[in-house]
């Protein structure tokens, strides 16, 4: 039994676990493990815990669990935590590549301490009567209505995710409510997490998309309320979909502990 240091991170109340596992000392097969230590009651408590690596393409590996303990798909405000959570290590100053499931990323530590993170071009776009549908890192179900503060998101959400509209695996659901022209209110249930949760980043990233396709904006820049706080997307428009895609906002430590762990 080893006390295992770790730091608790929040990206716009999107919160992560980080663990240097540079010396491969956590067996990344240990889901009830990880499930436990995500555990608002019985663990530290988070709504993913990520793994930092060493990569031999980039400064390091970012290896991402939801809460249920399953790897998942690319979190993008995992991604920016991740990128703060280099920099506490001394791997990084302001600026970084790393590997992601997904792939390449880069990244940039503002002097403000915002991280902008660059997101996966989006070549596709399923636009159909009720909703969009596009993958963004992570596949996500993305629907437009009314009201947004008042909606049962965990409820309608839930229903969207298990309706077999996408497979076994499922999707994330956003609800999105516009504001003004460049500006919306955005709430989002997460897989893994299987709640709404205060944010999420690649839902963040392809709401913002799915509202210029759909023409509900016709601004490159877009602002995303969330319960969280603020994040901002920006793109280019291609013949070929959307490329240059940035995920902005802020990512910081709440606090460094230790957890006993049995290597």
């Given amino acids: 039994?080893?006390?295992?240091?770790?730091?608790?991170?929040?990206?716009?109340?999107?919160?992560?676990?980080?663990?240097?596992?540079?010396?491969?000392?956590?067996?990344?097969?240990?889901?009830?493990?990880?499930?436990?230590?995500?555990?608002?009651?019985?663990?530290?408590?988070?709504?993913?815990?990520?793994?930092?690596?060493?990569?031999?393409?980039?400064?390091?590996?970012?290896?991402?669990?939801?809460?249920?303990?399953?790897?998942?798909?690319?979190?993008?405000?995992?991604?920016?935590?991740?990128?703060?959570?280099?920099?506490?290590?001394?791997?990084?100053?302001?600026?970084?590549?790393?590997?992601?499931?997904?792939?390449?990323?880069?990244?940039?530590?503002?002097?403000?301490?915002?991280?902008?993170?660059?997101?996966t071009d989006v070549s596709e776009v399923q636009n159909q009567p009720t909703h969009c549908f596009l993958n963004t890192g992570s596949p996500h179900h993305v629907e437009l209505t009314k009201d947004v503060a008042n909606l049962e998101v965990s409820k309608i959400g839930a229903k969207i995710r298990y309706s077999g509209m996408y497979g076994e695996a499922g999707a994330n659901v956003n609800f999105v409510e516009p504001i003004d022209e460049n500006t919306f209110l955005l709430r989002t249930y997460e897989r893994g997490v299987e709640d709404e949760t205060y944010s999420c980043g690649t839902g963040a990233t392809a709401a913002a998309i799915a509202m210029h396709y759909t023409k509900q904006t016709s601004q490159h820049e877009i602002h995303l309320q969330v319960l969280g706080g603020k994040l901002t997307v920006q793109f280019t428009p291609t013949e070929n979909g959307y490329e240059q895609v940035y995920l902005t906002g802020p990512a910081v430590k709440v606090f460094d502990g230790f957890i006993n762990y049995q290597a």
Avoid at 7 to 32: C, L
Avoid at 52 to 68: R, W
Avoid at 97 to 111: E, S, Y
């Fill in 1 to 119: 039994m080893i006390l295992l240091p770790f730091s608790k991170y929040q990206a716009t109340g999107n919160d992560f676990i980080m663990i240097d596992n540079r010396n491969n000392i956590i067996s990344k097969y240990d889901t009830k493990l990880f499930a436990m230590w995500c555990h608002r009651r019985f663990g530290i408590g988070a709504d993913g815990l990520i793994l930092l690596e060493n990569d031999q393409m980039s400064d390091f590996k970012m290896v991402y669990f939801n809460s249920d303990g399953n790897q998942s798909s690319m979190c993008g405000n995992g991604g920016r935590s991740m990128v703060q959570f280099a920099k506490q290590l001394g791997i990084i100053q302001n600026n970084t590549t790393f590997m992601a499931i997904d792939g390449l990323h880069k990244a940039n530590i503002f002097p403000d301490g915002l991280v902008q993170l660059k997101m």
